[in-house]
């Protein structure tokens, strides 16, 4: 007995030694072999990358991935790489002066904060509860919530600023609007607010007098207001513009541009797809393009009846439409200002806009030569406009004689005015936000 434990104690040691051997080999003398791939920083258990998170549209679009501007030499992309890292590093590190809170409580709060912004959201969900991100810009750091769960009341305020985004296009969505105005007004009145601004989706006959109880010149708590349309208001001073943008309500996405979009002939003149009224412009368009023959070079297709929610098959085709076609045309519809113009801008395709006034109260000519679309004008947009449809012949007949270079070119500039469009904006409103915001502060 005593034998056999000697000899299983002698075998365990010479196992040990054998092991111990084995293991020094391979970590001074083995072969290393390659690092594995390091997992995306930043995310969360859970989260989604980045690009899908955003939304971002692939599906019509070529995988890789295209620089407008076409800055080809691996030098200079190191160092804006380079350069890129060290302004993150500095952005997340630095300290800001003040913290601002979106409150998103209209659709047109996901086309500043994903579209000009370029923010995430967290969940990627589109239809879920509460869906909130962080971004930093300037001196501020924005925070961004929005969904069903962000009901006045019903949520913890903690940050002294707010920017309040609401719709107030018609009736039932201004009573919504007015709730939440009455809301924050009690919160600053009660000292739990500081600061309040708001971006406003206003009425398309800019009929928005309702509002104009809660701005600080009236004795109300918003100190900035964002209005959508070419409201007579705007007077740089705490009334400005803000652009309508796409339509993110029917889902459309924040598009990444891709070298097909710039470089391959598209099959179609123009596109037109949307809702003709009896007696309208839209109508005088289709007649106008059936009487030219012009109808089976574009893609055209047109409805009776507006139809609020988008299917995704009537998105993509949507989408198709705007990505195969050199031009896309732009009626006015009850205002002059419409989703299709930005969605235009986002695949290249140029907007051919009918530049005319619509009925009701906005624009005011004798102040301004730019209205309507005072904004887009005022911010050199390249665009087309023309005064009625029957100039579209000769405009399809010049197109039609247009070589594929000259496009590419139109391509890029556009593409290239728009991404400008979105970042001047951006710096705008965060410059009115901080000068207004902590210049009160500090008075």
């Not at 300037?138 to 707010?162: C, E, K, M, Q, W």
């Not at 708001?198 to 809660?214: D, K, T, Y």
């Not at 209005?227 to 007579?232: E, F, L, Q, R």
């Amino acid at each position: 007995m005593r034998l056999t434990r000697k000899r299983l104690c002698s075998f365990l040691i010479a196992l040990y030694c054998l092991f111990s051997l084995y293991a020094a080999y391979h970590v001074f003398l083995g072969g290393r072999r390659p690092a594995p791939a390091a997992a995306p920083r930043g995310l969360r258990k859970g989260a989604v990358p980045a690009r899908e998170r955003r939304g971002r549209e692939q599906s019509t679009l070529e995988s890789e991935e295209w620089n407008p501007w076409e800055i080809d030499e691996k030098n200079e992309q190191q160092h804006r790489f380079k350069s890129s890292l060290q302004i993150l590093n500095k952005s997340t590190k630095r300290k800001t002066d003040l913290r601002v809170q979106i409150w998103g409580k209209a659709a047109i709060g996901l086309y500043l904060w994903e579209h000009i912004f370029e923010g995430l959201l967290d969940p990627s969900d589109l239809t879920a509860q509460w869906r909130e991100g962080n971004s930093i810009v300037g001196r501020t750091h924005f925070s961004f919530i929005t969904g069903p769960a962000v009901v006045p009341g019903y949520f913890s305020i903690d940050v002294d600023n707010v920017v309040l985004v609401l719709n107030g296009r018609e009736k039932t969505k201004v009573f919504y609007a007015t709730q939440w105005l009455l809301y924050a007004q009690n919160l600053v009145q009660t000292q739990k607010l500081h600061h309040l601004a708001v971006v406003l989706l206003g009425n398309e006959h800019c009929r928005n007098e309702w509002i104009s109880q809660f701005l600080k010149s009236n004795g109300g708590p918003v100190e900035l207001l964002f209005i959508v349309y070419d409201s007579p208001w705007m007077n740089g001073v705490d009334v400005f513009q803000w652009p309508l943008g796409v339509a993110t309500y029917r889902n459309f996405p924040v598009v990444e541009a891709s070298w097909s979009m710039l470089h391959d002939e598209r099959p179609y003149l123009c596109n037109f797809l949307g809702t003709v009224y009896e007696n309208s412009s839209r109508q005088a368009l289709v007649n106008i393009l059936k009487q030219d023959g012009n109808d089976k070079l574009c893609w055209v297709s047109a409805r009776e009846q507006w139809q609020p929610q988008e299917t995704n098959a009537s998105l993509k085709t949507y989408q198709d439409a705007l990505l195969q076609s050199d031009l896309t045309l732009c009626p006015v519809g009850v205002n002059t200002e419409c989703y299709r113009i930005y969605e235009a801008c986002s695949y290249g395709s140029v907007p051919v806009v009918e530049d005319v006034m619509t009925p009701g109260d906005c624009g005011n000519t004798s102040v301004s030569h730019h209205a309507p679309l005072q904004l887009l004008k005022s911010m050199g947009a390249p665009f087309i406009f023309i005064k009625n449809w029957r100039e579209l012949p000769a405009l399809l007949e010049r197109e039609k004689t247009m070589v594929l270079q000259d496009k590419i070119q139109r391509r890029k500039m556009l593409l290239q005015w728009y991404q400008h469009f979105k970042t001047e904006l951006k710096m705008k409103f965060t410059n009115l936000i901080e000068d207004t915001f902590l210049g009160t502060s500090k008075g």
